[in-house]
């Protein structure tokens, strides 16, 4: 007789399981198509890994409860949804924070909920999202098709962006509303920059492509005190005077925001970038 690999502690649903893992005594919980079908809690049993689609460890009775409400409140099409673009984005991306499992279901039902009530938000950030998180803006696009193909319901171009930020903050294990800033902010110096140079950026060109990412290198190394040494910051400072200006008003914003000091050599670099919009 083939020996019990897990004790069953709660029944969620019909495909969601906690169990107690003998294997490496932690509560885990086991998603799978009819996986808790005829289970009873408190019992050992056997279950083949090919019987499991995912798995995560409910690090506390906190993170217990909240996904244990969520599976009582949501669809389970929407739960396997979630786990699907979560397991896309494991293969890509690497090991996410568990409690993606949590913040994006919660996040897609509530999506769904809203468009379905008619009320639709837009994203003013989605042109930077998707140059600043490429991988995660690729895997949400497949999120959003999966829901349209599944479920009828179309959440927008929009949504995109918000669960890529999902996936990001998951990723490197920082708060969704820190990835929000963080678009936000470049959006904001690239209107600086319109307004200094009395243009308006073509967000579809490559040049837009590439100033954002130069912009959001420089904003790396700035919040992480990484700086770079820039032996023509004079030269910069006298030839490039009206790009240096508009510059300043960028060094405002940015220590305004983290509460941070932004050296003159970042100054330089980003003044370069802009003297090449003008000179375009």
Not at 47 to 55: A, H, K, L, Y
Not at 80 to 93: C, F, G, V
Not at 174 to 193: D, G, P
Not at 207 to 219: P, V
């Amino acid at each position: 007789m083939t020996d019990k690999n897990y004790r069953v502690l709660k029944i969620l649903n019909n495909n969601v399981i906690l169990a107690y893992d003998f294997r490496s005594n932690t509560d885990t919980i086991l998603i799978g198509k009819g996986i808790g079908f005829g289970k009873k809690e408190n019992k050992k049993i056997y279950i083949p890994d090919g019987d499991i689609q995912r798995s995560f460890v409910a690090y506390n009775e906190k993170m217990k409860k909240e996904y244990f409400r969520l599976i009582e409140q949501i669809d389970s099409h929407i739960i396997e949804i979630s786990e699907k673009i979560i397991e896309i984005a494991d293969d890509r991306l690497g090991d996410l924070d568990s409690h993606i499992h949590i913040l994006l279901t919660d996040h897609i039902a509530f999506a769904i909920e809203r468009v379905k009530t008619g009320l639709k938000i837009e994203n003013p950030f989605i042109d930077e999202i998707k140059i600043i998180y490429p991988e995660e803006f690729d895997i949400a696009t497949q999120g959003i098709k999966m829901i349209k193909k599944k479920l009828d319901v179309d959440l927008g171009f929009g949504e995109i962006g918000f669960i890529a930020m999902h996936l990001h903050a998951s990723r490197k294990n920082i708060k969704v509303k820190e990835t929000m800033k963080n678009a936000r902010v470049l959006n904001e110096i690239i209107s600086i920059i319109e307004e200094g140079l009395n243009i308006t950026l073509d967000k579809t060109r490559f040049n837009y492509k590439r100033l954002i990412n130069h912009l959001q290198g420089a904003l790396d190394r700035i919040k992480n005190k990484r700086y770079i040494d820039n032996p023509l910051l004079e030269n910069i400072k006298k030839e490039f005077k009206e790009s240096f200006e508009i510059i300043k008003k960028i060094k405002i914003k940015i220590e305004e925001e983290y509460k941070v000091n932004v050296p003159e050599q970042e100054l330089g670099y980003m003044a370069i970038h802009i003297e090449r919009l003008k000179s375009k």
